[in-house]
T-cell receptor
Framework: GDSVTQMEGPVTLSEEAFLTINCTYTATGYPSLFWYVQYPGEGLQLLLK?????DKGSNKGFEATYRKETTSFHLEKGSVQVSDSAVYFC????????????FGQGTRLTINP | GAVVSQHPSRVICKSGTSVKIECRSLDFQATTMFWYRQFPKQSLMLMAT?????????EQGVEKDKFLINHASLTLSTLTVTSAHPEDSSFYIC?????????????FGQGTRLTVV
């Protein structure tokens, strides 16, 4: 079945550092890919998404590019802030838009001032 | 964005009792909601798809008699963990599907931490 593998955490960085969280997937067909973020005490929020190969999703300085050839959707940010501390989940869903999501295990990110 | 409210956020119950978790879409109608479960340091795993006015669809390996799902209205789905045991302790999270135009998105509740003692 479909699966998502994420970089294991926790990840700890200093403010203004460059961030990469790796995500690879296994899926039949052509899934849509997502990054969700969960801030402490809150629900998951959609951070960005890409629905087809070579699409780049971006939001709040974060970017991820849908790479079909490497089945990857790595999350990047050029300069992180303390407020980016959260748990990040990579996920995929089928293109039919059923929104049944398959998640990676999540990566806890802590940014120190 | 759309808001999904989940209640309670934390609950502790005794073994053998039942616990009900509510998932509400506050500003939109959701014909479809999803229930996930997350074990420590593991992925969120889909348990079931909740459809308004019909029976839920359970994923393989999920006991439907243990995890009762009721989606009685377009804004409310409930998950009842019946005869809870310590191994049911987990983080449960719901999402509601919103389709607008050609776009579909899932909005999540804040989750419920269930501890069975």
């Amino acid at each position: 079945g479909d699966s998502v593998t994420q970089m294991e955490g926790p990840v700890t960085l200093s403010e203004e550092a460059f961030l990469t969280i790796n995500c690879t997937y296994t899926a039949t067909g052509y899934p849509s890919l997502f990054w969700y973020v969960q801030y402490p005490g809150e629900g998951l929020q959609l951070l960005l998404k890409a629905t087809k190969a070579d699409d780049k999703g971006s939001n709040k300085g974060f970017e991820a590019t849908y790479r079909k050839e490497t089945t990857s959707f790595h999350l990047e940010k050029g300069s992180v802030q303390v407020s980016d501390s959260a748990v990040y989940f990579c996920a995929l869903s089928d293109r039919a838009g059923a929104q049944k999501l398959v998640f990676g295990q999540g990566t806890r990110l802590t940014i120190n001032p | 964005g759309a808001v999904v409210s989940q209640h309670p956020s934390r609950v502790i119950c005794k073994s053998g009792t039942s616990v009900k978790i509510e998932c509400r879409s506050l500003d939109f109608q959701a014909t479809t909601m999803f229930w996930y479960r997350q074990f420590p340091k593991q992925s969120l795993m889909l348990m079931a798809t909740s459809n308004e006015g019909s029976k839920a669809t359970y994923e393989q390996g999920v006991e439907k008699d243990k995890f009762l799902i009721n989606h009685a209205s377009l804004t409310l789905s409930t998950l009842t963990v019946t005869s809870a045991h310590p191994e049911d302790s987990s983080f449960y999270i719901c999402s509601a599907k919103l389709t607008h135009g050609t776009s579909t998105e899932a909005f999540f509740g804040q989750g419920t931490r269930l501890t069975v003692v």
